[in-house]
């Protein structure tokens, strides 16, 4: 079945430091899905990327589509201590239903100030 | 306001014993969700309904049981099969019409088996 990979699974960075997280799927996807869990919370949607090769920008956050449509990239700039959470990018996992997804299994931000 | 409201936020089951997550939302959405989620494991589709009395299973089906007798609601019972229900659990919510449809979560429920 369908498989959605992120790396890394952990990651600490000093205030002001830039971040990363990469997402890979094993099949093309019609779209990606992006949310954010703050610790103690649910997922909430960030974004969406359609197109290939798309790249769209949330104030520090820049989010990329891969050409090939299987992968996919959150870039956080000069990180705060509200960017603290995990996570998860998220691909249609085949169907009708919107929003039957598969989801990485996340990446868990620190930032230490 | 509107959104999507899990109760309880907590609930502790004993061994053998079923439990059921309540699930409510008023935005009018047809489509309902419940994932499950693990440390270290992301979500995991439990079970889906696109429309009122029809529901698929998920990824991880088993030990567990739904309902979607009315469109705003759609309550999960864990059963005693479910081997290891100990987790978070989240209810969705999305429109089942166009594209680019966001999904929107529940709060979530923590269960703990003791």
Not at chain 1, 36 to 55: A, C, D, N, T, Y
Not at chain 2, 6 to 25: H, I, M
Not at chain 2, 36 to 55: A, E, K, M, T
């Amino acid at each position: 079945g369908q498989q959605v990979m992120q790396i890394p699974q952990y990651q600490h960075v000093q205030e002001g430091e830039d971040f990363t997280t990469y997402c890979n799927s094993s099949t093309t996807l019609s779209n990606i899905q992006w949310y954010k869990q703050r610790p103690g919370g649910h997922p909430v949607f960030l974004i969406q990327l359609v197109k290939s090769g798309e790249v769209k920008k949330q104030k520090r956050l820049t989010f990329q589509f891969g050409e090939a449509k299987k992968n996919s990239s959150l870039h956080i700039t000069a990180t705060q201590t509200t960017d603290v959470g995990t996570y998860f990018c998220a691909g249609p996992a085949g169907g009708t239903s919107y929003g039957k997804l598969t989801f990485g299994q996340g990446t868990i931000l620190t930032v230490h100030p | 306001d509107g959104g999507i409201t899990q109760s309880p936020k907590y609930l502790f089951r004993k061994e053998g014993q079923n439990v059921t997550l309540s699930c409510e939302q008023n935005l009018n959405h047809d489509a309902m969700y419940w994932y499950r989620q693990d440390p270290g494991q992301g979500l995991r589709l439990i079970y889906y309904s696109q429309i009122v009395n029809d529901f698929q299973k998920g990824d991880i089906a088993e030990g567990y049981s739904v309902s979607r007798e009315k469109k705003e609601s759609f309550p999960l019972t864990v059963t005693s099969a479910q081997k290891n229900p100990t987790a978070f659990y989240l209810c969705a919510s999305s429109m089942e019409r166009g594209t680019g449809n966001t999904i929107y979560f529940g709060e979530g429920s923590w269960l703990t088996v003791v």
